[in-house]
Structure formats: structure tokens, C-alpha cells
């Protein structure tokens, strides 16, 4: 069998479908990436590889798969209100669903770019706060509309997608929490700045976005030099 159906018997199985699988393969085109994270793998590396980066990878998911067996949703409200009171800036934003086009009641992967692009934006600036579940206006209307199975599956997505769109060599400086607000779900990402530039990566390449007040701005290869040489002359 190949690493495909293998992931799948893994996953299939109720006694071994929450063990985290990794892709380590030669395959490197995007539709064959799109098809291991698809079939629910949580991350897809490449060869040639580096070592200390699998490595990285595979403590990452550790922690996340730890988290998840223990995590039901907690309760934050002091600190989701907060930064709900506080309103959208430079370093807070909202966004009200993961993957689900609540006007057009579809599922759209402009979504989840959306928010990954914000949290591209605050690594390559200060860090931020992003919350996913609430509207532009601080209203809470919670993650259901989103449709998953259950909590796991849904962090199991975020995560699917910031290994995809961000890359898990900037795990550190992203924390991940499910909160409970309202008897609604939510969810509270932190960003703190990263030492090393982030991308949005897509079929199309990759892109680097910085905040600039309470919005996303995309730079031009330009402005991303010079961006890069300032942010080290500063350091």
C-alpha cells in the first residue's frame, strides 16, 4: 500500500485514528500535498528535508495532539471580552468563521487564507490577537456554522491550514486556544513577532503581508526588502 492508504486505514481505525501523521515523502507538487493534509495527515514534508525541522515538526504536533485529548473548551471571558471591547486594530482582529462563506452558505478557502494572512501580517509586525468566531462588529455568533464533527476535528483543520498556508517552523510563535464564550465556541489565536519573515503560501507563490493600522497590507518584492533591511537594522 502507499502513504496514502495507509493515513487512511490509521485514520479509519477508532483505536489509532487520533495518532498524528506526518507525510515524509518525494513527492513535493502541491496537488499531492493537497491530498495527504486532505486525507487528514497533519503535516506534509518534503524531501530533501532537514533533520532539525522533522523534528520540530514532530514535537509541534506532539503538543498539539496532547492539547486536544485534554482540551475541552475553556472559559475566557475576561480576556475575549477585553479584546472584543478593545475593537479591531493593529494587533486585534475578528473574523467570523473558519472555512464557511456564511453569505453564500459554502464552504470557501478564501476564508481560511483570510485569516491566515492576518496572522502572517501580525508575525511579520508586532503579534496580535485573532479571534475566530466573531463578527467585525464584536458580536459573538461562535463556530457551528462551520459544520465540524467536533472540537478535535475542527482544530485539527486550523492547524491543517496554518502548516499548509504559514509553515510549522513558526510554531513557536503561535499559541492556539478553543474558548468558551457565551456557550459559543471560539477561537483565540496569539502571534507574537517572529524572528525569521512569514509567508502566506499559495498555489500562486508566496506572499508577505504586514499590518498597517487594522488591516492586512500586502508588500511588493520592493517593499518586503526593504522591510526585511530595516526590520534587521533595527535589531
Given at each position: ?40 495527515a497533519?503535516?506534509?514534508?518534503t524531501k ?8 520540530t ?5 506532539i503538543?498539539?495532539?496532547r492539547q486536544?485529548?485534554?482540551a ?5 471571558p ?15 482582529e475578528?473574523?467570523s468563521?473558519i ?26 509586525s ?11 462588529d ?8 462551520d459544520?465540524?464533527?467536533s ?12 502548516n ?20 459559543k ?5 496569539r502571534?507574537t ?5 512569514s509567508?502566506?503560501?499559495t ?25 526585511l ?7
Amino acid at each position: 500500500m502507499d502513504g496514502y492508504e495507509a493515513c487512511s486505514l490509521i485514520l479509519g481505525n477508532p483505536k489509532t485514528k487520533d495518532i498524528p501523521i506526518l507525510f515524509l515523502t518525494a513527492l513535493a507538487d502541491a496537488k499531492s500535498e493537497m491530498k495527504g493534509l486532505e486525507l487528514g495527515a497533519v503535516d506534509y514534508i518534503t524531501k530533501p528535508f532537514n533533520a532539525e525541522l522533522v523534528l520540530t515538526r514532530v514535537s509541534r504536533h506532539i503538543n498539539l495532539s496532547r492539547q486536544r485529548s485534554s482540551a475541552t473548551p475553556i472559559s475566557l471571558p475576561d480576556t475575549v471580552q477585553r479584546l472584543i471591547s478593545e475593537g479591531e486594530s493593529s494587533s486585534v482582529e475578528f473574523k467570523s468563521s473558519i472555512r464557511w462563506n456564511i453569505r453564500a452558505d459554502r464552504s470557501d478557502k478564501d476564508i481560511e487564507l483570510a485569516w491566515a494572512k492576518t496572522m502572517v501580517a501580525f508575525m511579520n509586525s508586532n503579534g496580535g490577537a485573532l479571534l475566530l468566531g466573531v463578527n467585525d462588529d464584536g458580536s459573538i455568533v461562535g463556530l457551528e456554522h462551520d459544520r465540524f464533527k467536533s472540537t478535535d476535528k475542527m482544530m485539527l483543520h486550523v492547524n491543517n491550514v496554518i502548516n499548509s498556508h504559514i509553515g510549522a517552523e513558526h510554531s513557536q510563535s503561535i499559541d492556539i486556544q478553543v474558548v468558551s464564550q457565551d456557550e459559543k465556541e471560539v477561537i483565540l489565536i496569539r502571534c507574537t513577532a517572529s524572528q525569521k519573515p512569514s509567508f502566506l503560501k499559495t498555489q500562486d507563490g508566496d506572499d508577505m503581508f504586514i499590518r498597517l493600522g487594522p488591516s492586512s497590507k500586502k508588500l511588493t518584492t520592493r517593499e518586503a526588502i526593504t522591510y526585511l533591511e530595516s526590520k534587521k537594522s533595527a535589531d
